[in-house]
């Protein structure tokens, strides 16, 4: 295979690409006879960018309609992530997405493999890389999985370098006087920006992810990383997710303004983007020592509310039409004449006498004891069996002989 031309490799993958869209059965005959396996490999050797693009059509058809063999396509992608070609780094990235829609559940060394794309040197994969973009998409896929707690945890731990990661010997290449010399711990700087950039998307994109990531201690995290005065761009990208947990969650804002002091707090909020050029040594030690811990009542802060369209209301005394009075009954009251009702039910017609010096019962139980002996009360109680509130008798006047 070593001797056979680009365009001749090319020409066969397209063939594979014919035959496995024949059917379920060539697609299983494909990945029993190891195929699998070899064009995996021919796409991390491939020079030749568009035959990379036709490896990945070729994966991409062996994953649908494979259910036999979908697994054994899912883990070879996972196995092209380490590989040194940003290209087929990235097109593993974009089918893995659709082989882990399709398969359902995740392989437990997934996580791990695409944490390491994330401290990769190719430029195509870092500063907003294609490659780069692939992974925070794969990523915003599998916090939707069971691996979400070790995917944030482990996004979190990159933020922080491990003594072990710091003291690795310098490369030779490094020691050489006529290159330029960069800090030997570029790749695990690469990884600490790369982190704090994925963890600013995955925050803003789901509040939840959010939440979950102020348990596992991203703040102390985030500003360790941007007292990093070895690497620009770690500060830079901790400063502005950082600056987004303030925004939202009133317990960060609070934890952050306590540890930094306010003179450092208000330089951050000023420009948090730029902060990076302006602290001096002693800024950055505060940031790289603070001790925050903010993983209790982490609840987000509530969107404010419009303001309710002011409204004229215009009050009218309305009186039901019960109370409403007949036009005889109104004259009589403006003539100072009172409209009695006979003993026993409603309904029935009245006589109309003038009034005393109040209404009701009162005015009855008055005028008794004015007339003299010769007029006795009478009185009507309500009517047995009848309900308590509401019930009311009647009240008469009559002069004895």
Not at 121 to 130: A, I, P, R, T
Not at 198 to 223: C, D, F, Y
Request: with cysteine.
């Amino acid at each position: 295979m070593e001797k056979i031309k680009e365009e001749d490799k090319k020409e066969s993958i397209r063939l594979l690409q014919v035959i496995a869209n024949t059917g379920r059965k060539y697609k299983e005959l494909i990945c029993e006879s190891y195929g699998v396996r070899s064009i995996a490999e021919f796409l991390a050797k491939s020079k030749s960018e568009e035959t990379q693009e036709e490896v990945q059509i070729l994966m991409d058809s062996l994953v649908h309609g494979n259910p036999k063999y979908q697994n054994q396509v899912y883990k070879g992608l996972i196995a092209l992530l380490p590989c040194a070609s940003p290209k087929a780094q990235q097109l593993s990235l974009q089918t893995l997405r659709t082989a882990q829609s399709i398969i359902g559940t995740t392989h437990p060394s997934i996580v791990d493999c695409v944490l390491k794309v994330l401290c990769t040197m190719h430029l195509e994969v870092q500063y907003e890389g294609f490659c780069f973009s692939a992974a925070i998409e794969l990523i915003k896929d599998l916090v939707n999985y069971d691996v979400c707690q070790a995917l944030l945890k482990g996004l979190v731990a990159l933020l922080i370098p491990s003594v072990k990661e710091t003291s690795k010997p310098q490369p030779k290449i490094l020691n050489d006087s006529s290159v330029p010399q960069f800090t030997a711990h570029l790749p695990v700087f690469l990884q600490q920006a790369a982190a704090a950039k994925a963890i600013g998307v995955l925050a803003r994109s789901n509040t939840s992810v959010a939440e979950e990531l102020l348990h596992q201690r991203v703040v102390h995290s985030l500003m360790a990383a941007m007292g990093n005065t070895d690497h620009s761009n770690s500060q830079r990208q901790a400063s502005l997710t950082l600056e987004y947990l303030v925004q939202m969650f009133p317990v960060v804002e609070e934890h952050v303004r306590r540890s930094m002091g306010e003179g450092l707090y208000q330089l951050f909020l000023s420009n948090a983007e730029d902060l990076y050029m302006k602290i001096d040594s002693i800024q950055a030690d505060i940031l790289a020592a603070n001790k925050v811990n903010v993983s209790k009542g982490s609840a987000p802060r509530p969107a404010p509310r419009a303001p309710r369209p002011a409204r004229s209301v215009v009050l009218q005394r309305r009186f039901p039409p019960q109370l409403e009075l007949s036009p005889r009954r109104s004259r009589a009251r403006e003539a100072g004449l009172r409209h009695l009702l006979p003993e026993g039910r409603y309904g029935r017609k009245g006589v109309t006498e003038p009034c005393g010096p109040s209404g009701g019962a009162g005015a009855a139980v008055q005028g008794a004891r004015q007339a003299g002996p010769g007029v006795t009360l009478t009185a009507t109680p309500p009517a047995p069996g009848g309900r308590l509130r509401g019930a009311r008798g009647s009240c008469r006047l009559a002069r004895t002989q």
